[in-house]
């Protein structure tokens, strides 16, 4: 048993977030949620190039061929620097989506620049407030023709394709891929509450799709890659966590109130422990979430569901309470506090939120008891 | 104990509730109706302009600064005949934020601490709304340690000369006043060395610069001050005893009495009947029903401690640091309240759009804002501080920045420059 | 509008507390808790002496008439003074009971004796663990004559009379008076959380009884009764919340650690606060519930249930965070902290727990929004 | 990352499986399978034969004392065959409570501070369990401030005169050795002035007197010490150096590495399968599920976490500050459990009795021993005090009993006698 990652890991770990440091500082995420700009398209090139997108897509599909533990230490270096860019979508949904059930066709057309960042691949499924399920499905495909609307979709205004899950001929939930650059598709942001990652509405009149996977299968498959993308996006939020606790501290360091540093106060000093206590236990649960996603183990759906729900916890609460010890300032555009409060509550829905995950947990574990504790 | 009007209220009450329905602006109704926590835009067009002409209205009728004297532009009515008035005027009363500051803290230091004619040449004008007022106390520097303010005021002849700079100061760009406390003496302790000031807003050297706030509103303001002269007649209280005067302000906004904190919870209520989770409809989930009942006690618990506090006022007795609480709740209430409604819209929540999210985006909004609840006011650690302290009888906090002149204080720069 | 007791009310309250002051100290519920006595006999024949208990009785029953504000103000001293007394089945159940559906004669042969104190009542509802349907109930009655089993039977081994809810003879539930030291019941005491206020399980094996109310109704008369019951003994919890975190303060004043008061320190300052501030909460709660107790609102169920769960909520927290502010000392046996804290568990689950009466309290603001916040 | 065995780490857990199979007191696994945290009676006869038994059999078979050097009578293994071990010896290790404080912490400081001739002696017979050893820290006046001890040591000839209290102390009853800190020196300051010993507890002047606990065990003892006598040579450390040595025994009760804290959730997921809600199974019930996920990943959480620290271990790390987490959150996690297991009995689980209550009282049990978790070795107060002094770099509390002479420390006596 060896539970941690390895020191190659850990030297990647580093390198990464070097690179992230020098070309991710929080201005680039303040840019794009200052501007009407989709992502970073400059980190995302750069990203592209060192390979790191890569990491879990096989040699032969232009990819590194690295591993899943590799690019979980991308995730959360990516989350930690509050990157612009579009992983969730085109990296832990888009690519899992192809890898799973693309043919050998949709994979060679896609995988290679998936993996390059030469193109951005996203998932078109959410079209109402509330839970995911049949009803909650309107689009439909007709002889190839898609119609309907969809949004928020993340990073629908500068993805090429989507991945779309809609009705089918005969009624059952279905997956296309859908190029959006196509007729019959017409994209409009959509302000969302963080707009360093931006949202778009996709209108589809009639457009031209192909389908991915097997028939009626479109929920299940959703089911499926949204657990590896759990993983994935648990350690972008233990990441954000770890910065905005980092700020925390630092800042309850350098600020004076009352003669002392405010992180002399037991008010300040048991709220940043309980912070601490919140991320380890996310920690934790990531990291067995990833050695599941990266032996492909059957506790995976349990592992996943822990990861999401304990990292969901650990950021909100972490970006939450450092707005708190910033006082006034925290609440300012100026500061960086929200950025991460932003981040936070995108990452919490992204994927489905926190009650949807929670009920995954239990379900999974009453499957799979080999998940529950000593 | 008794929750129905006596017979004087139901007449105070039909008497408010007839005149409210003769003289309110009904075409603004729907829009404040469903201001939400965080929202600002009512649809009211120009914002200052109809909650000046409202607040004119009212005091022409009599329903302005309803416990003021008579003599000073107020109606000499009692707590309860304010609560009545406030639950009547229900949404109008969103057009006149403009005012709380001026009238729930300015006007009553003015009203303990001015002379005879300041009151009665400034107060009638506040309360009808023709002069706005600002409160300048907070400093980048000092927040919850508001006594660790460096703004000076150095005496001149009859003036005095202000150098220094505030924040958070509420509607500085639109006030015709401003009440300043300042540092006259850095010599002495902390809280002996302030004074406090009223001052015209428009005085030369005084330069406004808004806050944008994370949320994108920009309620809140700089206030730097550059040689600005204040007569010494517009002093209150003595030299050295600004806190002193401080503190009847801080006093005064408990005792703005009433509606309680916005919670959320009605809100959460209406949605919950709305919408379906996995478990069918919200209302019927029993988690989200759970967690309602958690809230619902918190919202009731609230609102009845503020009639519990009308009832002592009425009594005659002082608004005391019990009611404190309501904002302590309030504030991370609001802000779990909106989470846990985004959950429940699922990745569909991420829409913040009047247009597209459920409910107006009422709780994309209110996630928004409600970080600041926690903080505005007196955070919650000074909130729990003050219940500990003034209302258990605990110990204070071990002070090291007692009985030390306030310039030997240590600070971030005297410590390195950490 | 007057949100606050009387002064009547509150001179009453001053002599109440310095009668249980007298006659109640913690050594007394001490004494109880640590024999095989029922309750504090010596107690309850001067409480019932003192008119306290018939406070809500009316005078033409032999009680005192005053009204239920009086008995809330009651409540809430023997919860402070942790009185070993069968307050909850006696006065606010079977009182309550009799006075709602018991016939001329059932009244007139108890309720005089309840008041006084002379006599004890209970109420047999509950068989099996989980929540109160008819399917938890088989106890049954046939041609008058009981048969089953109850426990936890609150004051069971003390009681003069219980009222039981029982399967009638048309498979209804029903209510019956089964008088205890008749033949055909047998009592045995049964071991709970807090001993200073005993139980018993009550063998009934054709014990004769005669129904109280109308036939098939049990279920709803005990909901009803429950709502009044609630408000009564959210006074006794308020009144125990109280005192725990009074304690708590004092000790906190007293004990040094590191050479300062322990109350100095924040960690201690805001726990004591969040105890007060949750206290707060219930007691406003509990004043509104006093209210429509004493008008008969129909806001009776809604205030019931919100000063149930809040009062549940307080002096669970309190009394729990009266041992931690104790340290080691909090859990001895010797220290009065657990009194409180079984105490707080006791009331807690008295009438049904905590999410018996959420799910009540939803359902109730649901019928009468009138109860919600404005 | 594996959670797998490698090769080798698979034969020890066979070895240790086979090993277990068949020596093991098989006839009271269930009775220690079912006993729940806070529940004493397994069923067992006397529990101090069996522990004893037991750990000797154990030792016999190389399997005590794992990762103590071979000569001190341990069996020299790794981190991970530890761990490897504790989960195949599952419920049985429940056997071994008396021996947890010697081996956990007394062994471990011997192992650090005594000669070697002590070491030789007494280090096998507390691997054996032929010796219980306990731990004499905290007094009455000083629990979470443990340097603030009042026991007296006091030299004479080349003896050590013990006067004073100790409290807290687990199995002083059944002890044969206790580590006892006691101050040496009150003139100096607190930390300065105290020096560490080992002493024989049946020596003349040790009295012992049990503390009944609320739940109505006696786990717990007063030591009273008149004029007991020590030799210097029980000394360990350095006089004034007994800080430090306490020190390293704080380190080597987090140190106690592999099976984490019972949080509850287990247990409650199983109950949950079982029992009936209002909404049908309770396991269906969302409310239900809602609670069970957040304590899921509250206890995965802190399993996951002891991995970490394991790893970390047999990478030759120390195990740091930061394994304060365990008993933070599974503290108040077990009182929560019990609580909302008590709520979803009704009024049934006020019943605390081993044949009537639902799961053999365990929830009952649970609720009355809990409390005790988030109070003993180390408050949640201290455990965040270090989380956020020594794992996140905050600032020390303000100490106003630094750099003074013990004896000038201000006392609850001192400040007059409140």
Redesign the interface.
Known sequence: MQFDFSSEQKELQTSVRRFFTDNSPNSAARGVLESTAGHDESLWKKVGEQGFLAAAIPEAQGGVGAGYLELCVVAQEAGRALAALPTVSSIYQAAEFLMAVGTPEQQAKWLPRLASGEAIGTVAVTEAAGPLNPKAITTRVTNQRLTGTKLPVADGSAADFAIVAAKDEHSGISLFIAELAADGVERTPVETVDPSRKHARLDFDGAVVEPLGAPGEGLALIERIRDRAAVLTAFEQIGGAQAALDMARDYALQRFAFGRQIGSFQAIKHMLADMYVSLELARSNAYYGAWALSVDSDRLPAAAASARVAATQAYQLCAANNIQVHGGMGFTWEFDCHLHYRRSNYLALALGGPSHWEERLIESVRVNPALKAA | ??????PE?AAFRSKARDWISANAPRELHAGLSKLGFGQSDAGVGDPMQAAKQWQKKKQEGGWAALRWPREYGGAGASA?EQ?IWQ?EEGAYAKLGGAFTIGLGMCGPTLMTWGTEEDKRKRLPKLASGEEIWCQLF?E??????LA?IRTRAAPEGDEWVVNGQK??TSGAKESDWGLLIARTDTGVAKHRGLTMFFLDMKSPGVEVRP????N?DAH?NEVYFTDVRIPDAQRLGAVGQGWTVALTTLMNERMSIG??MP?G??EL?NYA?E?????GRA?N??????R???Y??????????A??S???L??GEEPGP?NS?GK??AGSML?DVS?FA????????????EK?S?DNARF?RM??RS??T???GG???I???I???R???????????KD?AFDR????AS?GG?
């Open positions: 104990m008794n929750f129905d009007d006596t209220e309860i609560v639950s907070s980048p520097i000092a927040g919850s340690d660790g924040i958070w806050i944008k706030q994370m994108g809140f509606g309680s919670t919870f009605d209520l009947e919408i379906e989770t996995e478990h209302i989930d029993p988690r989200v029903r759970s309602l009942a958690s619902a006690v918190k919202a009731t618990g609230l609102q009845y401690s009639y519990r009308i009832s002592a009425s009594r019990e609480i302590l709740v802000q989470r985004l959950d429940l819209q699922g990745e569909y929540g991420l829409i913040i759009d597209l459920p994309q996630l928004m970080p600041a926690r903080i505005e955070s919650d650690e909130l729990r501080n219940i500990a302290e209302v258990l009888g605990l110990p204070a906090d071990i002070r090291v920045d030390v204080i240590p600070t971030a410590a950490r």
